[in-house]
């Protein structure tokens, strides 16, 4: 199967134009390619060539461990909300009233765990609000 044809043909890339840089000027070119995850220096001199804005993007390597102890976090809250859910079904199709109490008390049990994953979360975003909302 055939590749479909552009419907504006000024926007092919149809022409070559080959130009030879210094190997310092080709290692800043990289690292314009790097940060703004363009797929190829080519792509950095075209929207060089072409005035056209590009976007470089960076990297806080100090906000990693926080990332990760977010992310544990909502893992954990979903499990929690899973199971809570699963307890709720049990407690609703239970006829006997011991059993329906031990249900609710279980599910009560887990909303103390989820306040404090809470409790840490507000925490964290609190400390991310101090420090990227500086003035």
């Given at each position: 199967?055939?590749?479909?044809?552009?419907?504006?043909?000024?926007?092919?890339?149809?022409?070559?134009?080959?130009?030879?840089?210094?190997?310092?000027m080709f290692?800043?070119?990289?690292?314009?390619?790097?940060?703004?995850?363009?797929?190829?220096?080519?792509?950095?001199?075209?929207?060089?060539?072409?005035?056209?804005?590009?976007?470089?993007?960076?990297?806080?390597?100090?906000?990693?461990?926080?990332?990760?102890?977010?992310?544990?976090?909502?893992?954990?809250?979903?499990?929690?909300?899973?199971?809570?859910?699963?307890?709720?079904?049990?407690?609703?199709?239970?006829?006997?009233?011991?059993?329906?109490?031990?249900?609710?008390?279980?599910?009560?049990?887990?909303?103390?765990?989820?306040?404090?994953?809470?409790d840490r979360?507000?925490?964290?975003?609190?400390?991310?609000?101090?420090?990227?909302?500086?003035?």
């Amino acid at each position: 199967m055939s590749r479909k044809k552009l419907a504006a043909t000024e926007e092919l890339l149809s022409h070559n134009i080959i130009i030879r840089v210094t190997e310092t000027m080709f290692k800043k070119l990289e690292q314009l390619k790097q940060k703004s995850y363009s797929p190829s220096v080519a792509e950095v001199c075209r929207k060089i060539l072409g005035n056209q804005k590009i976007k470089l993007y960076e990297q806080d390597v100090s906000m990693n461990p926080v990332m990760e102890e977010l992310a544990g976090i909502r893992r954990e809250l979903k499990a929690i909300g899973v199971n809570i859910n699963q307890v709720t079904r049990k407690f609703n199709g239970a006829k006997d009233e011991n059993k329906r109490s031990y249900y609710a008390l279980q599910t009560a049990n887990m909303y103390r765990t989820v306040d404090a994953k809470v409790d840490r979360l507000l925490s964290l975003v609190s400390k991310l609000a101090e420090k990227w909302l500086q003035e």
